[in-house]
């Protein structure tokens, strides 16, 4: 069945026609080539790696920085295509979102132009892939405790501890990771293969199966002086690249959402008990209102942070509203359409479940609920939850 996208403001009014191009040619290529292979890769628990040249050649990995001949997607552009690709799937969203907010941003606002030149090209063109290492074992939501150290010597640095959840992990070339150099956080780029460097696949998941994610350890890896990320000075570092993150978050969510109601609506329609279709019952129609209306009020709150964004006032807080209300109404809304499929709602031949599983992961990843909902707490009374 076609995916028919829900827009009950008429947004699309809103957007410009370079935005419309750029999240219908996504919103095709994940119909056209995401949808028929994703059941099978939950089901298996894999990533589509396959897949991967074809997202570069849509120029989604990274393609909002302003670096050589990268598209320089805008923010609203940009979400659009996070949103297109979580209606595909979280995973999917989460790789590019990993590759491109949480290591090629990193390395193009805080590397030197020679870390730029070594990676960027190759993480735009999928010819390498990244992972970020910020949460560790003991170390969640409060990554400022971090233990992970490093230790300057003459010709560089020698790196110890571990990292946990790290998505792309077994995928990944070049590792982002933050550590405590002299008491203060810092960025370092690890290399795959590198001596002391292993990478464990986590594999026992009921969420993001279609996703890696993976334990890094670091026992006494030496690294180059060239290793170190010469921008980034504290927590501040990692947050920065966790707001790009947020930000694509926030819109993927609703786009899982949209992929939610969409099956809903249609199964309603075709779906007859009692002698007429289900979505004739008031309980029914009840259901997709509810799920219209916070998809309608996610897509606004989107489109207005994008627009911020493209002017250059957006406010971590408002990221970080967006995320939390985004997370929030998709899983519920998953939860719903699950229910509404009835029996047929908990197999692999419908979606609803497998975002629902998912979602549970988006509104744990970068900042749970909780912890979005005290720096919002922060911002608007001053008081600070984590001092
Ligand atoms: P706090 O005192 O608030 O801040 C420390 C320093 O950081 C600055 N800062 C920010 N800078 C940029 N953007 C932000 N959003 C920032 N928030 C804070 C702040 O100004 C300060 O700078 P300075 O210069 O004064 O030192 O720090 P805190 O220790 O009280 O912690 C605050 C808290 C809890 C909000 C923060 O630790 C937090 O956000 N925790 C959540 C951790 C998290 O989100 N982890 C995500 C890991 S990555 C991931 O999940 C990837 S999933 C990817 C996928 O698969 O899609
Ligand atoms: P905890 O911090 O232990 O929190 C447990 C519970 O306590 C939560 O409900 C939380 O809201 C609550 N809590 C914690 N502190 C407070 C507080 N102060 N007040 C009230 N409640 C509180 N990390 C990376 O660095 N890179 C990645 O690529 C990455 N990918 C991930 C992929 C997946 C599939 C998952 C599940 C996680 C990933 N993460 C990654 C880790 C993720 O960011 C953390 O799981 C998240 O930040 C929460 O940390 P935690 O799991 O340790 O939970």
């Not at 298996?44 to 120029?59: D, N, R």
């Not at 990320?229 to 690249?241: I, V």
């Amino acid at each position: 069945m076609a995916y028919r996208a829900p827009d009950f403001f008429d947004l699309d009014e809103m957007l410009t026609e370079e935005e419309r191009l750029v999240r219908d040619t996504v919103r095709d290529w994940v119909s056209d080539r995401f949808m028929p292979v994703i059941a099978e890769a939950y089901r298996k628990g894999t990533f589509p790696e396959h897949l991967i040249p074809e997202m570069a050649e849509l120029g989604v990995l990274g393609g909002n920085l302003d670096y050589g001949d990268f598209p320089r997607l805008g923010p609203v552009a940009y979400g659009l295509v996070m949103q297109e690709l979580e209606r595909g799937d979280s995973g999917l969203r989460s790789f590019v979102s990993v590759q491109g907010a949480l290591v090629m941003y990193p390395i193009w606002r805080y590397g030197s132009d020679e870390q730029k030149d070594k990676w960027l090209p190759k993480l735009h063109d999928g010819s390498a892939i990244g992972c970020f290492g910020l949460t560790e074992p003991d170390h969640g939501s409060d990554p400022g405790g971090m233990e992970t150290k490093a230790v300057a010597t003459d010709d560089g640095y020698v790196l110890n501890g571990a990292k946990m959840w790290i998505t792309n992990g077994n995928l990944a070339d070049v590792a982002v990771v933050w550590a405590k150099l002299d008491g203060e956080i810092r960025g370092f780029l690890v290399e795959k293969g590198m001596d002391g460097f292993e990478v464990m696949e986590q594999r026992a998941k009921h969420s993001l199966r279609a996703s890696v994610t993976s334990e890094l350890s670091f026992q006494d890896v030496k690294l180059g002086k060239d290793a170190l990320l010469p921008g980034a000075k504290g927590l501040g570092g990692p947050l920065s690249c966790l707001n790009q993150a947020r930000y694509g978050i926030a819109w993927g969510a609703i786009g899982a959402a949209m992929a939610c109601y969409d099956e809903a609506l249609e199964y309603g329609k075709s779906r007859t008990q009692f002698g007429k279709p289900i979505a004739q019952f008031q309980l029914y129609q009840n259901k997709l209102t509810h799920m219209i209306t916070e998809i309608t009020k996610g897509q606004m709150m989107n489109l207005r942070l994008g627009r911020l964004k493209e002017q250059g006032t957006v406010t971590p807080f408002q990221v970080s509203m967006a995320k939390r209300n985004g997370c929030f109404h998709a899983l519920e809304i998953a939860r719903m359409a699950r229910d509404m499929l009835g029996a047929n709602g908990i197999t692999d031949e419908y979606q609803a479940m497998r975002h629902m599983c998912n979602l549970e992961s988006v509104k744990t990843y970068e900042g749970t609920h909780d912890i979005h909902t005290l720096i919002v707490g922060r911002e608007i009374t001053g008081l600070d939850a984590f001092a």
